[in-house]
Structures are given as C-alpha cells and as structure tokens.
C-alpha cells in the first residue's frame, strides 16, 4: 500500500496494483512500484506528490465508516488514563467500523486483541477495514456482549453501545483486579446510570475538547468538534 500526499495536503491511501486518477493527473502504477517512501512521483500532468509507507493512523482515518466512530481525541484520552501497552489484554465491543480496535490493537501487539460485535453487516465493514490494513492480531467475534464475555485476566474492556451498565457484571468476571472498564457514551445520561451501577469500581467520567489553531492568523479556529462523547473510567477494585 501506498500513502500519496498531493501539493495541498489531501492524502490517497492506495495499492498501487492500477493506474491512480486524481484531480491533479494520473499516477502511473508501475512508476509508484519503483519508487521508495520520501520519494515524490509525478503525475502525468507533471504534479508532484510525496510517496510515503502507510501507517495505522492513515488507515484509520481511511478507514470505511459504519456506524459513528471513536474520535482521535478521546482515543487519546483513554490510552492515557489506562496506559495500556503492548502486551496488554484488551476487549472492545461494540466493533462498529473498527476503529477503537484498529487503533488499541496497535498498542497492545503482539498480544491479541478481542472486539464483539452484534450485526453482521458492521463486522463485515470492521472485517474489511482490518485486512486492508494487514492487522493480523484482531479477533472479532459475532455476539452480543451483553451475554457475556469469554475472556479472562484482562487490562482493559471497551464499550462503545447504548447500554454499556448491563456489561458490569461480565466486566467484573473478565478482568483482572485494577483492570479498567472505559465506556464511550455520547450522552450525559448513559454516563450516569452506568456511574451510579459501578460497584466495586473507583470511577470518574471525562470529557475531552479539542481545538485546533490557523497557524497563518495565529488565531484559534472559531468552528470545532464541540461534542463526541464522555468517558467513564472504572477500575476494578473489588471483584465480588
Ligand atoms: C457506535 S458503534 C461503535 C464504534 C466503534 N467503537 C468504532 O470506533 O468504530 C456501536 C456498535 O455497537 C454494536 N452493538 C450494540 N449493542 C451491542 C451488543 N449488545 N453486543 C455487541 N455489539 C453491540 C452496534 O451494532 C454498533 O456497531
């Protein structure tokens, strides 16, 4: 795979197996085989554009997107509140498109990371989104969460689904003591009633705002994401 970058910073994830049309010219595919990441390719109305090696990141922002996804910023956060790492064991449910897994399975590799999804159609979309990327280490399993979790001995269990408080009790038997719980809510309510069922937990919810500045004005942008989501950490402290 290749990661195109053209003159005004918009970026083409590639496989370079065909000719590549964009709006700046054709890309001649046996030309971008030969050339290394650094190297920049010219198109054949002699445009140039930086040829670099994908990373995770750019295929997950390349991703196919299902269902809404997790933002980077609040993927930031949870990593930072948790400091999984790899080796970690991780379980995330729902998938939807497969970011949050795409993303914590970078981190945990090589230890494997477990991801549960109920509707086929969107597993299907998080399935694809995995193979294009190469991830290897991404077991989805087809279920509802909300009859339990298989694992055991785990660092950290993700929810991203509407009723996240009918998954304390499987959280409690999946992870390991000072595992965390962290649950993605887009609404204040569910971060509550899921806060005020969490026994055995030492709990806080978050929110996480980011703004960008115009760096030409050096002026903050005036438009933002202004909400996505809360995050309630909970560390398991008690397991029974
Ligand atoms: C908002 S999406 C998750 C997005 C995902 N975190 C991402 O970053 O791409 C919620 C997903 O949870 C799934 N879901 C809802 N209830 C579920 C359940 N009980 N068990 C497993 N998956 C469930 C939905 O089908 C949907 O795909």
Redesign the pocket.
């Known amino acids: 795979m290749y990661l195109l970058l053209d003159e005004k910073g918009n970026s083409y994830l590639i496989n370079g197996e065909k000719d590549f049309h964009s709006k700046y010219g054709v890309i001649n595919a046996e030309e971008l085989r030969g050339k290394n990441p650094g190297e920049v390719i010219e198109s054949h109305t002699g445009r140039g554009f930086f040829v670099l090696e994908p990373g995770r990141l750019d295929y997950i922002r390349k991703a196919r997107k299902?269902?809404?996804?997790?933002t980077l910023k609040d993927l930031g956060l949870i990593t930072a509140h948790t400091c999984i790492s790899s080796g970690s064991r991780v379980v995330?449910?729902?998938?939807?498109?497969?970011?949050?897994?795409m993303y914590l399975s970078n981190l945990v590799y090589p230890e494997k990371l477990v991801t549960?999804?109920?509707?086929e159609d969107?597993a299907e979309i998080?399935r694809k989104n995995f193979k294009k990327a190469g991830i290897g280490n991404i077991e989805l399993k087809q279920?509802?969460?909300?009859d339990g979790i298989d694992e055991r001995g785990v660092d950290l269990i993700t929810l991203?689904?509407?009723e996240p408080w009918?998954v304390i009790e499987q959280a409690k038997e999946s992870l390991k003591p000072g595992g965390y719980l962290v649950s993605?809510s887009p609404s204040i309510n569910q971060s509550k009633r899921l806060f005020d069922r969490l026994k055995g937990f030492r709990s806080e919810t978050l929110e996480c705002l980011s703004r960008g500045w115009d760096m030409e004005t050096v002026r903050p942008h005036s438009r933002m994401l202004g909400h996505s989501g809360f995050l309630t950490f909970a560390r398991l402290v008690e397991k029974n």
């Open positions: 299902g269902p809404q996804s997790v995330d449910a729902g998938t939807g498109s497969g970011i949050m897994a549960y999804e109920i509707r969107f998080a279920g509802d969460v909300y991203d689904l509407p009918r993605y």
